[in-house]
């Protein structure tokens, strides 16, 4: 049996410790926090990764991610093929009135496109803002911090290599199309064959004769 008083002694010697310290205020907004690199602050949207699957939407627990999408035909790759339909994303929002912040949606996306950002400067005077929409999801994107690699020998990350070689995509694609409208202008630019002339700048034998 303990002595009597002893856990009022105990708390007592916490508040004379905890007095005698000099107390720490982070002057915030002049002083931003110095936040762990994987922090739950909110959910950004790799768009280019997303299939519209709707696996996030069907486990998140509180229903509050919305996507809405609709079908393309996609040509066939090669003759004789057979043609394609794909999802495209029209919408995909997220209410963060609703968002407890489980993570489920990060976890179960099978094609990596959402991601944990650290950023949460988000507040808003309306709840009905909170509902953000993809272009702000994306945008966080862009404050999501590369995974640390686990030896000097990994291979970098799946995000950062898929933004490039999307990246290099459309630069070869902007490259293409700018050679293809030069050699345009350069075929209409070029020398053209009078008519009625062969190569040596002599009239063919039967023209203009009446």
């Not at 708390?11 to 922090?39: F, H, I, K, N």
């Not at 998140?60 to 090669?78: F, G, L, N």
């Not at 959402?114 to 945008?139: C, G, M, N, Q, V």
Request: aromatic share 6%; glycine share 6%.
């Amino acid at each position: 049996m303990g002595i009597p008083g002893s856990g009022l002694a105990k708390g007592l010697a916490v508040t004379l410790r905890t007095m005698t310290r000099r107390s720490v205020t982070a002057q915030y907004p002049d002083a931003l926090p110095e936040l762990p690199p994987r922090s739950r602050g909110v959910i950004a949207l790799f768009e280019e990764n997303c299939t519209v699957c709707m696996l996030c939407a069907r486990e998140c627990p509180d229903w509050c991610i919305y996507i809405d999408s609709h079908k393309e035909t996609v040509p066939a790759a090669a003759p004789g093929g057979r043609e394609r339909s794909r999802n495209v994303l029209d919408r995909f929002a997220i209410d963060f009135s609703l968002c407890m912040y489980c993570g489920i949606c990060i976890e179960v996306c099978p094609f990596d496109a959402l991601f944990w950002s650290p950023e949460f400067e988000y507040a808003e005077t309306d709840i009905l803002e909170l509902t953000h929409e993809r272009d702000k999801l994306r945008e966080w994107m862009w404050t999501v911090p590369a995974p640390p690699a686990l030896d000097p020998a990994a291979e970098e990350p799946k995000e950062i290599a898929a933004a490039r070689k999307a990246a290099e995509k459309a630069a070869a694609a902007r490259a293409a199309q700018a050679a293809t409208e030069a050699d345009a202008e350069a075929g209409t630019d070029g020398p053209a064959t009078q008519a009625g002339t062969d190569a040596d700048g002599e009239r063919a034998p039967g023209e203009g004769d009446a």
